[in-house]
């Protein structure tokens, strides 16, 4: 099983729709999750951190948490063709050296 | 804040030969630095984490003498692909977390795509 799952997509949802990302994880002991948004060729971009349980917003993004459910998700508001590039979760453990592991990135496309 | 910067962005070289890139925090120091490489189509891995003075901790099948790193100031890590192949061509990505608070994000460098020929 791996560490981190994400579906792979792509994932079209058209010009000013609700795009939903998902991420599921194994370790029950992490502690911090984040997303992070990569154009192709390009370096990750952390967009959001969540650490506790509920939903996070900030912008157009809203980040929401279930540890019972060990499932994180990513909703973007309208949403944007710029917004089209792959979505990495990652997860931090605690005691774990602040070491990140990654899902394997969902790719998303909003069309016009 | 968080500015990550990493050099060379781009380079190719022959095989046998040995490249340095660097990775440098530009607005904080960085505690403890990542390196990781990405192939076509894939998630980032992990090869292995450095802490400022101090040897660096290499992920599983990491070859640590084939990937010399160096953190030798709180704003500097270096990785240095030793008698680099053609299966060494990826996309090698440096990341910094700052020593600040309990949040343990990182910030990640614009990425350095090595090509062996």
């Known amino acids: 099983q791996k560490e981190v799952e994400q579906n792979s997509g792509p994932l079209s949802v058209p010009e000013g729709a609700i795009a939903s990302l998902n991420c599921t994880y194994s370790?029950?002991?992490?502690?911090?999750f984040f997303w992070y948004r990569q154009y192709s060729g390009k370096s990750p971009e952390l967009i959001m951190s969540i650490y506790s349980n509920g939903d996070k917003e900030d912008g157009r993004f809203t980040a929401q948490l279930n540890k019972a459910s060990q499932y994180v998700s990513l909703l973007i508001r309208d949403s944007q063709p710029s917004d089209s590039a792959t979505y990495l979760c990652?997860?931090?453990?605690?005691?774990?050296?602040?070491?990140?592991?990654f899902g394997t990135g969902t790719q998303l496309k909003v069309e016009l | 804040g968080a500015v990550v910067s990493q050099h060379p962005s781009r380079v190719i070289c022959k095989s046998g030969t040995s490249v340095k890139i660097e990775c440098r925090s530009l607005?904080?120091?960085?505690?403890?630095m990542f390196w990781y490489r990405q192939f076509p189509k894939q998630s980032l891995m992990l090869m292995a984490t450095?802490?400022?003075?101090?040897?660096?901790?290499?992920e599983q099948g990491v070859e640590k003498d084939k990937f010399l790193i160096n953190h030798a100031s709180l704003t500097l890590s270096t990785l240095t692909v030793t008698s680099a192949h053609p299966e060494d061509s990826s996309f090698y990505i440096c990341?910094?977390?700052?020593?600040?608070?309990?949040?343990?994000?990182?910030?990640f460098g614009p990425g350095t795509r090595l090509t062996v020929l």
């Open positions: 607005d904080f120091q960085a505690t403890t």
């Open positions: 450095s802490n400022e003075g101090s040897k660096a901790t290499y």
């Open positions: 990341s910094a977390r700052s020593g600040q608070g309990a949040i343990d994000e990182q910030f």
């Open positions: 370790d029950r002991g992490s502690q911090s």
């Open positions: 990652a997860v931090s453990v605690s005691g774990g050296g602040n070491k990140l592991t």
